[in-house]
């Protein structure tokens, strides 16, 4: 057995307030004393961590303990925009093939985050088993526990809050299990797999405090169809190109489904959002929409349309309601040989996929309209060390979603990169336009800078920059930096002082530090 384990242990002595952006500029300190302590511990045998098992146990062990409910979004705000929720939690598990169990215990030792507690919680999944004598295939997820709702308390006076209306302080015996039965099938050059999905659900305490069964059921049909045109003759040698193939691929997934139970008597046991963005919500619903979210911004409503909770194996099983959809997609790949002749390796120079659903009852599933969720991503690899990237999503109803971004990323050496983007979002009264630009660069085996700057185009306001310069010792690391954050009007400077044992890169501790300048992002 093998046993890693990481250990962040910050301790802070704060006399003053906290200044989180617009309307949160001087907010009170609980305590003079704050700070964060997480553990995370991995236990397994040698082959599973190396994956070279095909039958191994492991376990997952994690203590989380945040003095406050702003220390993180404060003095880690890259942290907690980005990384996993803090949480003290256990998780024993087996897998065997295609076959895993496992057994959670999950508590929480602060009282302002949505939470749930489960004591304790058993997870057993099988995917892709043939069944004898039939050309069918079955997989299965199934998970019995007791679970414990905490909703978020609300902050001092001078904090927009409002409570989350699906974390209700509910508590009690959950269980679910979700079958699928899928007939893969070859049809000419069609690839299609008929399927039926079936659930049944029990919560000992729905939203309103009774009990509640959900049986749900969907049928349906998965297809795709791929297209190749080789063009052997391309050569390019401004764009790296030995010959080009087009490969495209047509796919769509057709269901109709129905649940005997909406979502809306349905408590969230299980959260579909880190802790980021359920906090941004609180204040969203307030600050812009008086405490009444429309409908077309509910998240649970989204994660419907979007079919986020549909497989087998979805994390989230409570997100499923009424729904007849159509879901198409058009993928298109431009490849080309890279690497030496003898040894060429395909690599692909250019790709597109776009997306979209169909909603034959539009009313009901997607405010009214009968097309939507339509996206597309597009990446143009120019060269090895150089990207060219763009995507969007957007919905035709009033208000929906617009959301865009585009933006290049060179690696010209091993040592520096940068990235230049602009990012937008149009959703009802939410407008934003970014420009952003990074770079980062090893002058020399023992100096290496970062720097970062950002620009709202919309406001016309400059958000902010940070640079840091670090210098590697042989025993240690030294690093020193700026940031400006001209949303929150900070002005920083930060040091730090880091214990170099074996081989260091430098990216970590520059890392940590941007996190603690507050520059641009």
Do not use: C
Request: hydrophobic share 35%.
């Amino acid at each position: 057995m093998i046993s890693t384990t990481n250990a962040d242990l910050y301790y802070v002595f704060d006399q003053g307030t906290d200044n989180l952006g617009a309307g949160r500029r001087k907010l009170a300190v609980p305590d003079e004393h704050r700070g964060k302590a997480i553990v995370r511990n991995r236990i397994g045998d040698a082959n599973n961590l190396l994956g070279g098992s095909r039958n191994h146990f492991w376990m997952n062990n994690e203590f989380g303990y945040l003095s406050d409910r702003n220390f993180r979004e404060q003095f880690f705000e890259r942290e907690w925009d980005t990384e996993k929720d803090v949480e003290t939690v256990s998780q024993a598990n087996w897998q065997s093939d295609n076959f895993t169990a496992s057994l959670l215990a999950r508590t929480h030792l602060f009282d302002f985050e949505n939470t749930t507690d489960w004591l304790p919680r058993l997870d057993v999944t099988l995917l892709g088993r043939n069944i004898p004598g039939t050309p069918l295939v079955w997989s299965q997820h199934s998970m019995v526990g007791y679970g414990s709702i905490s909703p978020a308390e609300a902050p001092p006076p001078g904090d927009v809050f409002s409570a989350l209306p699906y974390f209700q302080e509910r508590e009690g015996i959950v269980g679910m299990s979700r079958h699928e039965l899928d007939l893969p099938l070859t049809v000419g050059p069609f690839n299609l797999t008929p399927y039926v999905l079936g659930e049944a659900a029990y919560w000992q305490q729905d939203l309103t405090g009774d009990e509640l069964t959900r049986l749900y059921g969907s049928v349906g049909v998965r297809g795709s169809i791929q297209a190749t045109k080789y063009m052997p003759n391309v050569y390019s040698e401004v764009f790296g190109l030995r010959g080009l193939a087009h490969k495209m691929i047509f796919d769509v997934d057709y269901s109709y489904s129905q649940s005997t139970e909406p979502l809306s008597k349905i408590a969230q046991y299980n959260e579909f959002d880190e802790d980021a963005q359920e906090r941004f919500r609180s204040r969203f619903q307030t600050l812009t929409f008086g405490g009444a979210l429309p409908a077309t911004f509910d998240p649970r409503l989204y994660a419907v349309r979007a079919g986020s909770a549909r497989s087998v194996t979805a994390p989230y099983h409570e997100l499923v309601d009424d729904q007849h959809v159509v879901r198409l997609g058009w993928r298109h790949r431009l490849q080309t040989r890279v690497g030496p002749p003898q040894a060429p390796r395909i690599y692909d120079w250019m790709t597109l996929d776009l997306e979209a659903s169909l909603f034959p009852d539009a009313v009901r599933d997607n405010f009214g309209e009968t097309v939507g969720l339509i996206s597309a991503r597009y990446a143009w690899n120019v060269g090895p060390q150089t990207s060219f990237l763009a995507s969007t999503t957007f919905d035709l109803f009033d208000p929906g979603q617009f959301i865009w971004d585009v933006g290049v990323l060179s690696r010209r050496t091993e040592r520096g990169s940068i990235y230049v983007g602009l990012r937008g979002l149009d959703a009802g009264p939410i407008e934003s336009a970014l420009l952003v630009a990074s770079a980062s660069y090893q002058a020399s085996e023992k100096w290496s800078f970062t720097l970062g700057t950002s620009y709202d185009i919309r406001e016309r306001i400059d958000r902010g920059q940070s640079v840091s310069l670090t210098r590697l010792g042989e025993y240690m690391i030294f690093t020193a930096g700026i940031g400006i954050d001209r949303s929150r009007d900070n002005y920083s400077i930060a040091f730090s002082v880091e214990p170099r044992f074996g081989r260091t890169r430098t990216g970590t501790n520059s890392r940590q530090l941007n996190q603690l300048l507050g520059g641009a992002r």
